[in-house]
Every structure is written in structure tokens, then in C-alpha cells.
């Protein structure tokens, strides 16, 4: 069986201790509370098995997953033992034997688990959500009065935590931060006494008004700035290489790519690489992003196509075919950096890395 590259495949390089010591110094942060691991959209990116499973191994005991088929996938891969919390949520039943968390996000989903567990006579595991800003998912103001006002509607259930999400915890300074933890305060003093969990990534950074019993680090895990605007306090944990296919030497005035958008200034040298829009890098990098080769920078020439995309070697005699650039992770390419250059963020960088690449581990 084949275990390395094929051919002309990119390689996606994922450096499994770097996210453990970003944990590690995320949990340092965040104690005397405990520190779970986000790791929803298949870790987002990166996956979500190799890094649960490095991360228990570390210590961490508290996973977070968007959707169901995710929650089964890692418990079967995790066993029994940490927590493996929905955020979607799920209906009464859907775990089997109720191996995993679901996140209430409404009084009906509260009323269902709550009904089941009754039923069962075992009260049922969960974590209660509380919109204080987002207005995506979570009991809303009307729904946290009414619950405030009738603690019975929790008999059946016995919650983990009451959490909320973070909208603006990226932008120190913006109010709604100070707003958002008043509010969760405020609603967690209406209810019986249960464990908080309120700061994301970059709210771990907010100070000691966000901390709480359980932080939900996500992208910071994955090297992703949590401070934008001040220097990354994260490793990197990732780098995309992908092999030069062809090398193409062009005369003055030649164009290169679709639209004819670059035309070669000078008698010019291309490299065609194996990677494109269909694998994640995304089309508006066009013209716009830097690659690395042995340490020093290769500019990328005309337009990300869906499989290929160019980059002008003309000044880098030494790159040949079968070489290959770093096109994401390498130095003036993280996912942070190519993100600003495509008007986009380091989350959808990782997260839309496609499914052609070889991944490979470093375990240590």
C-alpha cells in the first residue's frame, strides 16, 4: 500500500506537537479552568481525529464538534472518557447510548432532552447555551426569563456547563464584549448553580473578566492569530507544499493563465504547480500571493485556477521540476497573511483545504 505522495500530489504537512504546545499554553492561560479542544470541520481542516487524539494524550479532556456525524466519528475514535459536546445539538436518541453532549439551543431542545431523561430516570448529560449577543444559536432573552422563572423546566437534565459565544472578542476594545459577559452573568445568577464556559480564542485574551470554568479555544489551536493586530502568540502547525509540474520559459509580452490578466515584463520563467481553487487556495490569491522555495520567496503570476496555479522563478535558477513551494504555512504565506491578501480570514484558509492532499503527521 502506498503511504507517502503519489506523484505531482501536494503535501499537506500538520505539525501535531505545535498544536499541542499551543494547548498547552492556551490551558496555562485559562487555569484554574479547564481547556477544551474545537475541533469542528474535521479540526478545522487539519483532522479532527489525529489532533483529538493528540490533544487527550496531552491531557485535554473536553472536545467540541458542530454536528452529530462529527460527535460519533471522534467518539468512536476517541472511546469512552472525554467529553464530546454538539453544538448543533441533536435530537433525544440520536447518540445511541448517549455518548455525547448536546448543546441546548432553544427551550424545545431543552424541553425534549429534559423529557427523555425523565422518561429514562437518568438524568440526561447536556450544556445549556445562552444568546447574549450572537443571535445565532441559543435561548434567546424571552426563553432565558421564562426559565428563570421556572427552574422545573430542568428536572431530567443534568447540565455540564451554561455557555455563550463571543461576538467581538477579536476586537478588544468593541462594547459588546463587556456587554456580552454582564449579560451571561446576569442570566447564570437567574438559574441554579452550574459551571460557566464563556471564553473562545480570542477571548482567552480579554483578561480576567472572561475567564471561566471551561475555555472553547478553536483557531488558535490551529496557529491562527487570536490578537489581530498584535504579533501571534501561537506556533504554526501547518505548511501545504506542492510540486512544480512544469517549468515554462516565456518571452517578453508573453501572457500566462486565464484572461491573459499577468504579462511576463522580462524573458521570464514559470512554474505550473498542483494546486488551485479545487484544493482551497482560493482564486482570489490571484496575482497577489507569495509562495516559498528553500527559504526565499516566489511570487505568484496571473490567476489561481482550479487545479494549477503560476508562480515567476525567473530570478531562481535553482528550482526544477519535481520541486516543491510552499504555498500556504511558509514564511509571508500563513493562513493569516494569505487570508489578508484574499479578503478573507485565516479560518476559511484552513478550513477549505481540500481533499487531494497527501496529509502527513508530525507526531513528535
Same mark, same amino acid.
Given at each position: 500500500? &502506498?503511504?507517502?505522495?503519489?506523484?505531482?500530489?501536494?503535501?499537506?504537512?500538520?505539525?501535531?506537537?505545535?498544536?499541542?504546545?499551543?494547548?498547552?499554553?492556551?490551558?496555562?492561560?485559562?487555569?484554574?479552568?479547564?481547556?477544551?479542544?474545537?475541533?469542528?470541520? @474535521?479540526?478545522?481542516?487539519?483532522?479532527?481525529?489525529?489532533?483529538?487524539?493528540?490533544?487527550?494524550?496531552?491531557?485535554? +479532556?473536553?472536545?467540541?464538534?458542530?454536528?452529530?456525524?462529527?460527535?460519533?466519528?471522534?467518539? /468512536?475514535?476517541?472511546?469512552?472518557?472525554?467529553?464530546?459536546?454538539?453544538?448543533?445539538?441533536?435530537?433525544?436518541?440520536?447518540?445511541?447510548?448517549?455518548?455525547?453532549?448536546?448543546?441546548?439551543?432553544?427551550?424545545?431542545?431543552?424541553?425534549?432532552? #429534559?423529557?427523555?431523561?425523565?422518561?429514562?430516570?437518568?438524568?440526561? +448529560?447536556?450544556?445549556?447555551?445562552?444568546?447574549?449577543?450572537?443571535?445565532?444559536?441559543?435561548?434567546?432573552?424571552?426563553?432565558?426569563? *421564562?426559565?428563570?422563572? @421556572?427552574?422545573?423546566?430542568?428536572?431530567?437534565?443534568?447540565?455540564?456547563?451554561?455557555?455563550?459565544?463571543?461576538?467581538?472578542?477579536?476586537? !478588544?476594545?468593541?462594547?459588546?464584549?463587556?456587554?456580552?459577559?454582564?449579560?451571561?452573568?446576569?442570566?447564570?445568577? /437567574?438559574?441554579?448553580?452550574?459551571?460557566?464556559?464563556?471564553?473562545? $480564542?480570542?477571548?482567552?485574551?480579554?483578561?480576567?473578566?472572561?475567564? =471561566?470554568?471551561?475555555?472553547?479555544?478553536?483557531?488558535?489551536?490551529?496557529?491562527?492569530?487570536? &490578537? !489581530?493586530?498584535?504579533?501571534?502568540?501561537? *506556533?504554526?502547525?501547518?505548511?501545504? @507544499?506542492?510540486?512544480?509540474?512544469?517549468?515554462?520559459?516565456?518571452?517578453?509580452?508573453? =501572457?500566462?493563465?486565464?484572461?491573459? $490578466?499577468?504579462?511576463?515584463?522580462?524573458?521570464?520563467?514559470? #512554474?505550473?504547480?498542483?494546486?488551485?481553487?479545487?484544493?482551497?487556495?482560493?482564486? =482570489?490569491? $490571484?496575482?497577489?500571493?507569495?509562495?516559498?522555495?528553500?527559504?526565499?520567496?516566489?511570487?505568484?503570476?496571473?490567476?489561481? $485556477?482550479?487545479?494549477?496555479? &503560476?508562480?515567476?522563478?525567473?530570478?531562481? !535558477?535553482?528550482?526544477?521540476?519535481?520541486?516543491?513551494?510552499?504555498?500556504?504555512?511558509?514564511?509571508?504565506?500563513?493562513? @493569516?497573511?494569505?487570508?489578508?491578501? /484574499?479578503? &478573507?480570514?485565516?479560518?476559511?484558509?484552513?478550513?477549505?483545504?481540500?481533499? +487531494?492532499?497527501?496529509?502527513?503527521?508530525?507526531?513528535?
Amino acid at each position: 500500500m &502506498t503511504t507517502g505522495p503519489l506523484t505531482g500530489q501536494p503535501v499537506l504537512t500538520i505539525d501535531l506537537p505545535a498544536i499541542v504546545a499551543n494547548w498547552r499554553d492556551l490551558a496555562a492561560r485559562g487555569a484554574p479552568g479547564a481547556v477544551a479542544g474545537v475541533v469542528k470541520a @474535521d479540526g478545522y481542516g487539519l483532522g479532527a481525529i489525529e489532533v483529538a487524539r493528540a490533544l487527550r494524550s496531552a491531557g485535554c +479532556r473536553h472536545f467540541f464538534v458542530a454536528c452529530i456525524s462529527e460527535g460519533l466519528a471522534l467518539r /468512536a475514535a476517541l472511546g469512552a472518557g472525554p467529553m464530546i459536546a454538539v453544538l448543533e445539538g441533536f435530537a433525544p436518541g440520536e447518540d445511541g447510548d448517549a455518548a455525547l453532549v448536546p448543546v441546548l439551543n432553544g427551550l424545545q431542545d431543552l424541553a425534549a432532552h #429534559a423529557a427523555a431523561g425523565r422518561a429514562a430516570g437518568v438524568a440526561r +448529560r447536556a450544556i445549556l447555551h445562552l444568546d447574549t449577543g450572537m443571535a445565532r444559536l441559543g435561548l434567546d432573552a424571552g426563553e432565558q426569563a *421564562r426559565l428563570a422563572e @421556572d427552574h422545573a423546566l430542568l428536572a431530567g437534565l443534568d447540565l455540564l456547563y451554561a455557555m455563550t459565544h463571543l461576538a467581538c472578542a477579536d476586537e !478588544p476594545a468593541h462594547p459588546l464584549n463587556a456587554a456580552q459577559a454582564a449579560r451571561f452573568a446576569a442570566a447564570c445568577a /437567574a438559574l441554579p448553580p452550574m459551571r460557566r464556559s464563556l471564553a473562545n $480564542s480570542s477571548g482567552m485574551f480579554l483578561g480576567a473578566d472572561f475567564a =471561566s470554568d471551561l475555555a472553547r479555544p478553536g483557531c488558535a489551536l490551529y496557529g491562527i492569530n487570536p &490578537t !489581530p493586530g498584535a504579533a501571534n502568540p501561537m *506556533r504554526q502547525v501547518m505548511r501545504l @507544499d506542492a510540486p512544480v509540474l512544469q517549468l515554462r520559459a516565456i518571452p517578453a509580452g508573453a =501572457s500566462v493563465g486565464y484572461g491573459a $490578466s499577468w504579462v511576463a515584463p522580462r524573458p521570464s520563467r514559470i #512554474a505550473t504547480v498542483a494546486v488551485g481553487y479545487a484544493d482551497g487556495y482560493l482564486r =482570489s490569491l $490571484s496575482g497577489r500571493a507569495l509562495g516559498e522555495c528553500r527559504g526565499r520567496p516566489v511570487p505568484l503570476v496571473a490567476r489561481v $485556477s482550479m487545479d494549477l496555479t &503560476t508562480f515567476d522563478v525567473t530570478d531562481r !535558477p535553482d528550482i526544477a521540476v519535481g520541486d516543491r513551494i510552499t504555498v500556504l504555512g511558509g514564511a509571508g504565506c500563513t493562513p @493569516d497573511e494569505a487570508a489578508a491578501l /484574499a479578503g &478573507t480570514i485565516g479560518y476559511e484558509m484552513l478550513t477549505g483545504l481540500g481533499a +487531494r492532499y497527501h496529509r502527513d503527521y508530525i507526531r513528535g
